[in-house]
């Protein structure tokens, strides 16, 4: 009972002072802004994750490292905005070597520092694949914070995408648990969604995709998985309804960008394209 009383507080607090530091940032006059300060800054658009925000995160935390060159969270953040650009703005070769160059740096200098290792464990699962030494950086962090929420919901979507499911919705429902109205929640909803989809629990992957989209309606990724979630129940108009949906968020959105990502094996990928298909998406 003490300790799940230790994590509410614990998830609780975190969040909250996360956003009166962002607040805080804010409020200084821009040439009064320190490394921190603007990394602070860089949160807001990283957690939005849209094409716009990303650029922005990837200004103020490349500023934020030109002050501190070592700055692992800054690292681990700016890897994780390049790999959001490489797998949904284009697969150019640059962002993907500079997602993988922070990445690195921020498992290299990031040894105590949880935020650091997970982010950069997590870019390694979705550009290299190599779950091994992703899972281990996720391990690493959550043996230094048994309570992160953004340590839980990254190593459930590692989990997903190495097809070890019953750890991904362990930890997935733990970073719920501990932090509910976290900003990252949406990486927990899509990783239950997509375990769900993938074991041919459709109805649950409709309800976890939609519980996404309340955390950040912007996220493509999501109204694509509850496009494919009704289309797999052969609901076909909640389908299409879901894909105009998606069309609105990502206007250039298609089956083949969406293949190309190869986040899960082959046959999996083919599994969503054939729902995404059905609900009436361009290829």
Known sequence: MQDQLTERIVGTLEPT???????????????????????????????ANTPADTSEALRLLGEALRLDPNYACAHGYAAWGYEQRFLRGGFHPEDRAAALRHADAALATGGDEPQALCLGGFVHATITHDYD?????????????????????????????????????????????????????????????????????????????????????AFS????????????????????????????????????????MDVVRPQLMDGLASALR?????E
């Open 278 to 282: 059905k609900a009436g998406l361009p």
């Open 17 to 47: 002072i996360r956003r009166a530091e962002i607040e805080r940032a804010r409020r200084k006059r821009p040439d009064s802004l320190d490394a921190y300060d603007l990394f602070l800054r860089a949160l807001p658009h990283s957690y």
């Open 133 to 217: 030494r992703s899972i281990n950086a996720l391990d690493r962090a959550l043996m230094l914070d048994g309570n992160s929420s953004l340590a839980y919901g990254l190593s459930a979507m590692v989990h997903m995408f190495n097809e070890t499911y019953d750890q991904s919705r362990d930890h997935a429902f733990r970073a719920l648990r501990l932090s509910p109205l976290d900003p990252m929640n949406y990486h927990s909803y899509l990783a239950l969604a997509w375990v769900s989809l993938f074991t041919a629990r459709f109805e649950d992957a409709v309800k976890y995709s939609a519980l996404g989209i309340q955390v950040n309606p």
């Open 221 to 260: 990724i999501l109204h694509a998985s509850l496009a494919a979630s009704y289309a797999n129940l052969d609901r076909l108009e909640a389908a299409w309804a879901a894909a105009r949906r998606l069309l609105e968020v990502a206007p250039g959105w298609t089956i083949g960008a969406f293949v190309r």
